[in-house]
């Protein structure tokens, strides 16, 4: 079974600074999706950025970025210029592709809080 | 468009009562998932359908949890009869094509 591990519980980032959050997953799989979802206080579940294992590119948007290492498993996200609105839990997530009638459940990470520091 | 809209937003009720969550998901959006965020449980998916059919309820904790889906615009989640421990917020999300999901705002049920 997919499994999708964070192991940091709470980070702290100074306004401005780059912060790294860790996600590691296991899957037998070779094509299958990634997630960073952020859900600030609010509740609102929102996805941040998306990345397809069968791209080597890491994906990017804006000031979000990810470090996609496949063969380690690992999908880091990466925050730059931190903004006080990103303080939030961020999840990270799996999904495998959807082909007709499987299941294609996202499999959600346990979170990592994040602080922004003024 | 307005997004995946549940109903309501917090729900208050005493335990052994039932209790109705709804959803209308995005048009064309033809899967729709419930899933229950608790502290210490993170985020689980309760069950899924798929063009209105449920694929997978092997999350559904207990008989006391079903989940309907009569149309493409609408699905609720009925719990009878509630107990303190189904205190959660439960999120409704449908799938944005072969990406991610796009989720409602949630409902955080608190049953006393």
């Known amino acids: 079974a997919q499994t999708v591990t964070q192991s940091q519980p709470e980070m702290s980032v100074q306004e401005a600074e780059t912060v790294t959050l860790s996600c590691t997953y296991d899957?037998?799989?070779?094509?299958?999706?990634l997630f960073w979802y952020k859900q600030p206080p609010s509740r609102q579940m929102i996805l941040v950025i998306r990345q397809e294992a069968y791209k080597q590119q890491n994906a990017t948007e804006n000031r979000f970025s990810v470090n996609f290492q496949k063969a380690a498993k690992s999908f880091s996200l990466k925050i730059s210029d931190s903004q006080l609105g990103d303080a939030a839990m961020y999840f990270c997530a799996y999904r495998t592709p959807f082909y007709g009638g499987a299941t294609n459940k996202l499999i959600f990470g346990t979170g990592t809080l994040l602080a922004v520091q003024p | 468009d307005a997004g995946v809209i549940q109903s309501p937003r917090h729900e208050v009720t005493e335990m052994g009562q039932e209790v109705t969550l709804r959803c209308k998901p995005i048009s064309g959006h033809n899967s729709l998932f419930w899933y229950r965020q608790t502290m210490m449980r993170g985020l689980e998916l309760l069950i899924y359908f798929n063009n209105n059919v449920p694929i997978d309820d092997s999350g559904m904790p207990e008989d006391r949890f079903s989940a309907k889906m009569p149309n493409a615009s609408f699905s609720t989640l009925k719990i009878q009869p509630s107990e303190p421990r189904d205190s959660a917020v439960y999120f409704c999300?449908?799938?944005?094509?072969?990406?991610?999901?796009?989720f409602g705002s949630g409902t955080r049920l608190t049953v006393v």
């Open positions: 999300a449908g799938r944005a094509g072969n990406y991610g999901y796009t």
């Open positions: 899957t037998s799989e070779s094509d299958y999706y």
